[in-house]
């Protein structure tokens, strides 16, 4: 993936973020100020800050709570082992491919049985926005957020720091291995369809359709990025 001057832009205010809830001892569980006090405080965009936000909750950093604001997750990579650089260069796409869909289905079929009302709107959401990307960039965050959605809505802390972890070791395995030809997704994206599928199972407190979904969109991935290359 090329690192844009937009790109870079976001990353630094997302360190900026960082930088801002250490500095002011904020503690997981801890709102941090509202978006428009977040702008004036960095002197930035509306749209950078939001980029840079999302780009925290991928790492798990922060969670969104719809209606009421922006939370403290946990303080940068705590939950996130430092062997993962080194784990990383040990397993191959293809295996990463593999315990995603153990442990993501399995995941997704909790969800179906505990999903909260206000989990299953942060994962459609997500969901929503990634069929709206004017980018691949802004879809893999999207694309990002929505699995991470469901990890929060099986309400196992447990599974959610597995998750976490599972996908920094995704990001360092498959980070600018895959070439785009188009500047965004076409419009029938065969991720598109899984994940409407997957998020109706989840809404219907369907878990064995939710588990069979989610395998099958990561098989659907695994053979896009490993077997039509």
Same mark, same amino acid.
């Given at each position: 993936?090329?690192?844009?001057?937009?790109?870079?832009?976001?990353?630094?205010?997302?360190?900026? $973020? %960082?930088? /801002?809830?250490?500095?002011?001892?904020?503690? #997981?569980? !801890?709102?941090?100020?509202?978006?428009?006090?977040?702008?004036?405080?960095?002197?930035?965009?509306?749209?950078?800050?939001?980029?840079?936000? !999302?780009?925290?909750?991928?790492?798990?950093?922060?969670?969104?709570? $719809?209606?009421?604001?922006?939370?403290?997750?946990?303080?940068?990579?705590?939950?996130?082992?430092?062997?993962? #650089?080194?784990?990383?260069?040990?397993?191959?796409?293809?295996?990463?491919?593999?315990?995603?869909?153990?442990?993501?289905?399995?995941?997704?079929?909790?969800?179906? /049985?505990?999903?909260?009302?206000?989990?299953?709107?942060?994962? %459609?959401?997500?969901?929503?926005? *990634?069929?709206?990307? #004017?980018?691949?960039?802004?879809?893999?965050?999207?694309? !990002?957020?929505?699995?991470?959605?469901?990890?929060?809505?099986?309400?196992?802390?447990?599974?959610?720091?597995?998750?976490?972890?599972?996908?920094?070791?995704?990001? @360092?395995?498959?980070?600018?291995?895959?070439?785009?030809?188009?500047?965004?997704?076409?419009?029938?994206?065969?991720?598109?369809?899984?994940?409407? %599928?997957?998020? *109706?199972?989840?809404?219907?407190?369907?878990?064995? @359709? @939710?588990? !069979?979904?989610?395998?099958?969109?990561?098989?659907?991935?695994?053979?896009?990025?490993?077997?039509?290359?």
């Amino acid at each position: 993936m090329l690192t844009t001057p937009d790109n870079k832009e976001h990353q630094g205010v997302a360190a900026q $973020v %960082k930088a /801002l809830i250490s500095s002011n001892g904020y503690a #997981p569980g !801890d709102r941090l100020p509202p978006e428009r006090e977040l702008i004036g405080k960095l002197g930035v965009s509306r749209g950078t800050l939001r980029r840079a936000l !999302d780009t925290l909750e991928r790492e798990g950093a922060i969670w969104r709570h $719809v209606g009421k604001g922006t939370f403290v997750a946990s303080h940068g990579e705590t939950l996130v082992s430092s062997g993962i #650089p080194s784990l990383s260069k040990q397993i191959t796409p293809v295996r990463m491919m593999q315990a995603r869909v153990c442990i993501e289905a399995a995941i997704a079929r909790e969800a179906a /049985l505990h999903a909260s009302g206000e989990a299953i709107i942060r994962m %459609k959401l997500a969901m929503d926005r *990634a069929e709206a990307a #004017p980018s691949w960039h802004d879809y893999e965050t999207q694309d !990002d957020l929505f699995h991470r959605a469901i990890a929060e809505a099986a309400d196992n802390i447990l599974l959610l720091a597995l998750f976490d972890q599972l996908n920094q070791v995704r990001r @360092a395995v498959a980070w600018g291995s895959v070439v785009r030809s188009t500047q965004r997704p076409p419009r029938n994206h065969s991720s598109f369809a899984e994940h409407r %599928k997957i998020a *109706a199972a989840i809404e219907s407190r369907d878990g064995a @359709a @939710a588990y !069979d979904a989610m395998r099958q969109h990561i098989g659907s991935v695994s053979n896009r990025l490993f077997e039509e290359n």
